[in-house]
């Protein structure tokens, strides 16, 4: 996670990030309403909608829209847009333009609809009125849910997440083999994690799947080309075809192990 320390100046100053930056337009966009699944009972964190070409790309050709009509509407500005990769504090700022508030999960919320949507920025230099902006209060009261649900202990008090024990992160970023018994914290999920996401009451009943993946066997006997035609594109292509497979291995030794354990036990 080293590049969380990397263009700290940027993230706090956006000028850094457009020269003459004056607005900043904080927008939220919906992941699918189902989770991504296999016929084998397997699946995926939501944002990865393997229907769709990758999110970063979805998003800066919808946010592209807006800027030419921001260019159009002040002729000579410019404008950039910023969508996840970008050193800016994208909830921060979405959080002050009172789209959300930032749960103990630390992820915006908005109230009514929950937490599963993507951010994207659009930093310009057209100055754009616009009424005054109220950020909204904190609405977990002491419910808990999201922090007892998380698998790995990630979440290790309200607010404070140890983003290297997280396993969207071991499940996509890490490089390295996962640590031993991190299958079955895993559960079902061999890519990224909605636990705590799930969890949250502003979210309701997301427990939807659809079969939109092949199965987990299918994965582990994929060529890397077949991988690259199909998904390459995708945002499957971020953690690539090989840490997936490691994932379901590590799912699938944990399920073995825990078998024999309760076979020995009846023994």
């Given at each position: 996670m080293?590049?969380?320390?990397?263009n700290?100046?940027?993230?706090?100053?956006?000028?850094?990030?457009?020269?003459?930056?004056?607005?900043?337009?904080?927008?939220?966009?919906?992941?699918?309403?189902?989770?991504?699944?296999?016929?084998?009972?397997?699946?995926?964190a939501?944002?990865?909608?393997?229907?769709e070409?990758?999110?970063?790309?979805?998003?800066?050709?919808?946010?592209g829209?807006?800027?030419?009509?921001?260019?159009?509407?002040?002729?000579?500005?410019?404008?950039?847009v910023?969508?996840?990769?970008?050193p800016?504090?994208?909830?921060s700022l979405?959080?002050?333009?009172?789209?959300?508030f930032?749960?103990?999960?630390?992820?915006?919320?908005?109230?009514?609809?929950?937490?599963?949507?993507?951010?994207?920025?659009?930093?310009t230099?057209?100055?754009?009125?616009?009424?005054?902006?109220?950020?909204i209060?904190?609405g977990?009261?002491?419910?808990?849910?999201?922090?007892?649900?998380?698998?790995?202990?990630a979440?290790?008090?309200?607010?404070?997440?140890?983003?290297?024990?997280?396993?969207s992160?071991m499940?996509?970023?890490?490089?390295?083999p996962l640590?031993?018994?991190?299958?079955r914290?895993?559960?079902?999920?061999f890519?990224?994690?909605?636990q705590?996401?799930?969890?949250?009451?502003?979210?309701?009943?997301?427990?939807?799947r659809e079969?939109?993946?092949?199965?987990?066997?299918?994965?582990?006997?994929?060529?890397?080309?077949?991988?690259?035609?199909?998904?390459?594109?995708?945002?499957?292509?971020?953690?690539?075809?090989?840490?997936?497979?490691?994932?379901?291995?590590a799912?699938?030794?944990s399920r073995?192990?825990?078998?024999?354990?309760?076979?020995?036990?009846?023994?």
């Amino acid at each position: 996670m080293s590049w969380l320390k990397r263009n700290l100046e940027i993230r706090e100053d956006p000028t850094k990030l457009l020269t003459g930056c004056r607005t900043i337009l904080s927008l939220a966009y919906p992941y699918p309403s189902h989770k991504p699944g296999t016929p084998d009972g397997y699946s995926m964190a939501r944002y990865s909608d393997p229907t769709e070409v990758d999110y970063h790309q979805r998003l800066k050709r919808l946010c592209g829209e807006m800027c030419r009509m921001i260019e159009e509407m002040v002729p000579g500005s410019k404008t950039r847009v910023c969508v996840d990769s970008s050193p800016i504090l994208e909830r921060s700022l979405a959080y002050a333009a009172g789209i959300g508030f930032v749960g103990k999960n630390n992820m915006l919320i908005i109230p009514g609809y929950g937490s599963f949507f993507y951010l994207a920025e659009i930093v310009t230099t057209a100055f754009l009125e616009f009424p005054p902006l109220h950020p909204i209060e904190d609405g977990c009261g002491a419910c808990m849910s999201c922090v007892e649900s998380c698998p790995t202990g990630a979440l290790e008090r309200p607010f404070q997440i140890n983003a290297s024990r997280c396993l969207s992160y071991m499940t996509i970023e890490h490089k390295g083999p996962l640590e031993e018994g991190i299958g079955r914290r895993m559960g079902d999920c061999f890519l990224g994690c909605d636990q705590c996401q799930e969890a949250c009451p502003f979210n309701g009943d997301r427990s939807s799947r659809e079969v939109l993946l092949p199965s987990t066997e299918a994965y582990l006997n994929l060529a890397f080309d077949e991988f690259k035609g199909r998904f390459g594109k995708t945002a499957l292509a971020r953690a690539g075809l090989e840490k997936i497979k490691t994932n379901i291995r590590a799912i699938r030794r944990s399920r073995r192990n825990g078998l024999e354990t309760q076979i020995k036990g009846l023994l």
